[in-house]
C-alpha cells in the first residue's frame, strides 16, 4: 500500500451542526464550500477541507475528530490495518464522490481512507 496522497479532509462529529456552523463562520471567518442541509457543512482551508458532520453522517465515527486520508486504492489496507493493530470497520461506496474506508486504531480513534471514483466522471 502506498502512502496516503493528501489530507483529504477533517470533520468534527457535531450534535448541533448548524449552531457550530455559526460559530466557525462568525470565530474563524471559514469560508462555506459545501453544505447538504445540517448534514455535512464542508469548508475550504487552503489545501484540504474541513467540515461539520451531524452523528448520522459522520458513522461510525460517534464524537471527536475524524482525519480522512485520499489513497490511490484500498488494496493491502485491511492487512497493513490489523498488523499494526487497528481494526477496518468497513467501506462505504459513495457513487461519483468515491468511497470511504472506515479503520479504527489501536486507541480506538476512527481514521478514514478516501479513494476518488475510477473512470470518467460526469
Request: hydrophobic share 40%; net charge negative.
Amino acid at each position: 500500500m502506498e502512502p496516503p496522497k493528501r489530507l483529504q479532509n477533517v470533520y468534527v462529529v457535531a450534535e448541533e451542526p448548524a449552531r457550530l456552523h455559526a460559530f466557525y463562520e462568525s470565530a474563524l471567518g471559514l469560508q462555506l464550500k459545501f453544505r447538504d442541509k445540517d448534514r455535512w457543512i464542508q469548508y475550504g482551508v487552503g489545501n484540504t477541507s474541513v467540515a461539520l458532520a451531524c452523528r448520522e453522517e459522520a458513522l461510525p465515527a460517534t464524537s471527536g475528530v475524524v482525519m480522512v486520508f485520499e489513497v490511490g486504492d484500498f488494496a493491502q489496507a485491511a492487512e497493513r490495518v490489523a498488523a499494526a493493530g487497528g481494526e477496518v470497520l468497513g467501506t462505504r461506496d459513495m457513487g461519483a464522490h468515491g468511497a470511504v474506508m472506515s479503520l479504527r486504531d489501536p486507541e480506538g480513534n476512527v481514521v478514514q481512507l478516501f479513494k476518488r471514483q475510477e473512470g470518467p466522471q460526469p
